[in-house]
């Protein structure tokens, strides 16, 4: 099982911005696609973005469409979740996922590899 390390999360206040990034701990195959996914205490964990490796396809829930961007580094095996106008209501545990299964790439059950998760706290 692929083990990927999250970076970046942390405390902001409501119209700031975040980075998130991803990457295996190791070798890996090149994965079929990345992304992220949230959990807020007493939800399930939602999709927030994904991205295709090989086409770089982006995919995005609604809420966060037009103030987070996902990308990403071939070469580094990296995924990144730029997120501006941050807002309260994306306060969560943010998660990276990765699947060499096909898609839809929008839902937590096909994704296989996940990491330990990084917080992010948006004050008002």
């Known amino acids: 099982q692929v083990q990927l390390v999250e970076s970046g999360g942390g405390l902001v206040q409501a119209g700031g911005s975040l980075r998130l990034s991803c990457a295996p701990s190791g070798r890996t195959l090149r994965p079929s696609a990345m992304g992220w996914f949230r959990q807020a205490p007493g939800k399930e964990r939602e999709f927030v973005a994904t991205?295709?490796?090989?086409?770089?396809?982006?995919y995005y829930t609604d809420s966060v469409i037009g103030r987070f961007t996902i990308s990403r580094d071939n070469a580094k095996n990296t995924v990144y979740l730029q997120m501006n106008s941050l807002k309260p209501e994306d306060t969560s545990i943010y998660f990276c996922?990765?699947?060499?299964?096909?898609?839809?790439?929008?839902?937590?059950?096909?994704?296989?590899?996940w990491g330990q998760g990084t917080q992010v706290t948006v004050s008002s």
């Open positions: 991205i295709t490796w090989s086409s770089g396809m982006p």
């Open positions: 996922a990765s699947t060499y299964r096909g898609g839809p790439y929008r839902t937590a059950s096909q994704f296989d590899n």
